[in-house]
């Protein structure tokens, strides 16, 4: 099982971008999914996340300005980012707590995606 990230790329101050990123293998469910970033020389911050029965939280430097939304049925969620700024710079990495279905049994684990660049200029 893993996690495939698509969608980053370079972007004016003010513009937007959606990433998603796709659950893929034996998967039988997915709860909590979400996303990270972390810029040059900082930490990894979380970004936004969001429970299987769509319970959402963001930090406060990101609300009202991204949405994270999931389709269950795909094990896909989305991040689309609006009115993006400079300081938004960063690798986004996606983050999922999957099931995985084996021969007798199920595993649950924790994946994370190979990150994605978001580069935003002023």
């Known amino acids: 099982v893993q996690l495939v990230e698509s969608g980053g790329g370079s972007v004016q101050a003010g513009g937007s971008l959606r990433l998603s990123c796709a659950a893929s293998?034996?998967?039988?469910?997915?709860?909590?999914m979400g996303w990270y970033r972390q810029a040059p020389g900082k930490q990894r911050e979380l970004v936004a996340r969001?429970?299987?029965?769509?319970?959402?939280n963001y930090a406060a430097s990101v609300k009202g300005r991204f949405t994270i939304s999931r389709d269950n049925a795909k094990n896909t969620v989305y991040l689309q980012m609006n009115s993006l700024k400079p300081e938004d710079t960063a690798v986004y990495y996606c983050?999922?707590?999957?099931?995985?279905?084996?021969?007798?049994?199920?595993?649950?684990?924790?994946?994370w995606g190979q990150g994605t660049l978001v580069t935003v200029s002023s």
């Open positions: 983050n999922a707590h999957v099931r995985e279905r084996l021969t007798w049994t199920f595993r649950d684990l924790e994946l």
């Open positions: 293998g034996s998967i039988s469910s997915t709860d909590g």
């Open positions: 969001s429970t299987s029965g769509g319970i959402t």
